[in-house]
T-cell receptor, first 119, second 118 residues
């Protein structure tokens, strides 16, 4: 079974600085998807970034980028120019390739990293 | 795009009553919808997966007679908490996924429903 590990329960960053959140996973599958979701105090889960394992290029979305190391099974999230609105719980998640009607499209979540942004 | 709504956002009910929570995908057809439960400062716990027109698949330990899920159309799924008790008080979140297209193979989440059972 797949597992996702976020080893940093809490992180803190100064406004305008850069922070990296760690995520490792375990799987025997060769193709899969990885996600970072953000959950601010409103508790709305927001998709930050998505990475397809077959793509070697690291995904980026504005100030958010990932360092995807497939061999090491590592998927870290870098937030550049941190803003107060980035303060949230961040969840890393794994998803198997989609098979219609099967249960393999479940998301496997890590335990989350609570990010504080200091003004 | 990829907006999922959830209603109500919060509900307070008396012990023994049933509560229905609706989850709608507003701008795409959701082949699959998921229901989660989340305790404070914890990760999401998957309760069940539902595909349109078929019975929901419940995770181990989730009472299917307690948490009734209906996925009647490609844009609507409902979770009914039957005979609610204080221990059912929690934050319930739905998500929706499209089979194919721009939003495929990615779950988009509703804003959640806070349930308090007195």
């Amino acid at each position: 079974a797949q597992t996702v590990t976020q080893s940093q329960p809490e992180m803190s960053v100064q406004e305008a600085e850069t922070v990296t959140l760690s995520c490792t996973y375990d799987t025997s599958e060769s193709d899969y998807y990885l996600f970072w979701y953000k959950q601010p105090p409103s508790r709305q889960m927001i998709l930050v970034i998505r990475q397809e394992a077959y793509k070697q290029q690291n995904a980026t979305e504005n100030r958010f980028s990932v360092n995807f190391q497939k061999a090491a099974k590592s998927f870290s999230l870098k937030i550049s120019d941190s803003q107060l609105g980035d303060a949230a719980m961040y969840f890393c998640a794994y998803r198997s390739p989609f098979f219609y009607g099967g249960a393999t499209n479940k998301l496997i979540f890590g335990t989350g990293t609570l990010l504080a942004v200091q003004p | 795009g990829a907006v999922v709504s959830q209603h109500p956002s919060r509900v307070i009910c008396k012990s023994g009553t049933s509560v229905k929570i609706e989850c709608r995908s507003l701008d795409f057809q959701a082949t699959t919808m998921f229901w989660y439960r989340q305790f404070p400062k914890k990760s999401l716990m998957l309760m069940a997966t539902s595909n349109e027109g078929s019975k929901a698949t419940y995770e181990q330990g989730v009472e299917k007679d307690k948490f009734l899920i209906n996925h009647a159309s490609l844009t609507l799924s409902t979770l009914t908490v039957t005979s609610a008790h204080p221990e059912d008080s929690s934050f319930y979140i739905c998500s929706a996924e499209q089979l194919a297209g721009v939003f495929s193979e990615t779950q988009y989440f509703g804003p959640g429903t806070r349930l308090l059972v007195l």
